[in-house]
């Protein structure tokens, strides 16, 4: 559906501005359908995040630095969030043997077990990019990034 539809508004101060207006409804379009199929598993979509970050680095641990410079919400508080993985379960925290300031943080057979259940639904995100061919999806890419500098 068309942005203007959308958000019933059909004029915009450039086309530019147009873009990024639809680059922010998209999103939140999108998250939207993540937070609804995370809301099952009883985690956040920066908690999803967390893990997902923790099982590319298994069976090695990761610092709390390391999650934070990979994390796609910047804004989050990865100390906080790593609290509540470990009070699901999903995590375990351990001195950092090399840094006793540092802590190392694990994903367990839990929290493996979780992301292999949402592996298993994600043809949930499908739905937000179904339309788009290999073709699209590179020109997409290329020009978000091209925004980003």
């Not at 009883?42 to 680095?57: D, T």
Request: hydrophobic letters at 40%; aromatic letters at 4%; charged letters at 30%.
């Amino acid at each position: 559906m068309k942005l203007e539809d959308e958000i019933k508004q059909s004029k915009f101060k450039s086309e530019q501005h147009k873009a990024l207006l639809n680059v922010i409804y998209t999103a939140s379009w999108i998250n939207s359908i993540h937070v609804r199929i995370l809301k099952k598993h009883s985690i956040s979509p920066q908690q999803f995040n967390l893990l997902r970050i923790l099982r590319g680095q298994h069976p090695k641990p990761a610092t709390v630095n390391l999650l934070i410079d990979r994390m796609l919400d910047k804004m989050s508080n990865a100390s906080r969030l790593v609290d509540k993985l470990v009070a699901k379960k999903f995590v375990e925290r351990t001195q950092c043997e090399n840094d006793r300031r540092a802590v190392d943080v694990l994903i367990t057979k839990k929290g493996l077990s979780l992301l292999s259940a949402l592996d298993k639904e994600e043809k949930y995100l499908k739905e937000a990019y179904s339309d788009l061919s290999e073709s699209d999806a590179r020109a997409l890419n290329r020009i978000l990034d091209k925004m980003r500098g």
